[in-house]
């Protein structure tokens, strides 16, 4: 996986650098594990990319959605809490251990969490983690874990999304273009109670 910034963001916060440090810094801890494992993860890195965007920055970013063609994501965004990316790219196998996923992963053993998609290959070659966070039978997050012998990508989407809204904003963000098996998720079922009522006396 590749991760792929907005191009108009990039030059934008290169021209503020001060706005720039915002967008860098502002609320780094809001991964739901500790942030401390990112730090040693990119610390053993050849090249790592961070993307943290609160909701005042996708607010901001919202602004550079006006075509048609990015109708869509501007939908999907306005929903949203975050969105953070971390992407580490490594030069050879090895440089992350299981441990460090495993670490990752017990995060999201017990609470509002459930594990959706879990892919094993062989050789742990290529393996993908999808949990999602469910408050009141509604989706409020998404957290995707890829793990490839020298590529590590780790997405959490903080808010109402649906597995179908991936579509309309993969390839934004620092999100990466595939995403794996999250885009095969069923969305959840009807609501029975409103389909009771559809079917109801008019």
């Known amino acids: 996986m590749k991760i792929k910034p907005i191009l108009s963001l990039t030059l934008l916060f290169a021209a503020l650098p001060?706005?720039?440090?915002r967008f860098a810094a502002a609320?780094?801890?809001?991964?739901?594990?500790?942030?401390?494992?990112?730090?040693?993860?990119?610390?053993?890195?050849?090249n790592y990319t961070e993307v943290t965007l609160d909701r005042k920055m996708l607010d901001f970013a919202s602004?550079?959605?006006?075509?048609?063609?990015?109708?869509?994501g501007k939908r999907i965004i306005a929903k949203l809490?975050?969105?953070?990316?971390?992407?580490?790219?490594?030069?050879?196998?090895?440089?992350?251990?299981?441990?460090?996923?495993?670490q990752i992963?017990?995060?999201?053993?017990?609470?509002?969490?459930?594990?959706i998609v879990k892919s094993r290959s062989k050789n742990d070659t290529d393996d993908s983690d999808i949990y999602m966070k469910t408050v009141n039978g509604e989706i409020?997050?998404?957290?995707?874990?890829n793990a490839e012998p020298k590529e590590l990508d780790i997405v959490y989407i903080d808010g109402p999304i649906?597995?179908?809204?991936?579509?309309g904003i993969s390839g934004n963000f620092g999100i990466p273009s595939n995403l794996?098996?999250?885009?095969?998720?069923?969305?959840?079922p009807p609501n029975p109670m409103l389909q009771n009522r559809k079917a109801g006396p008019q």
């Open 18 to 21: 001060f706005f720039g440090a």
């Open 27 to 46: 609320q780094a801890d809001q991964l739901p594990f500790p942030d401390v494992l990112s730090k040693q993860l990119a610390a053993r890195a050849s």
């Open 63 to 72: 602004h550079f959605m006006d075509n048609e063609n990015d109708a869509e």
């Open 81 to 102: 809490r975050g969105i953070y990316v971390r992407t580490y790219e490594f030069d050879k196998p090895g440089e992350y251990t299981a441990a460090d996923l495993e």
């Open 105 to 115: 992963r017990a995060h999201f053993e017990s609470g509002d969490w459930s594990p």
């Open 140 to 145: 409020q997050g998404m957290f995707i874990l």
């Open 162 to 167: 649906r597995p179908e809204d991936l579509e």
């Open 180 to 188: 794996g098996g999250a885009k095969t998720i069923a969305p959840p």
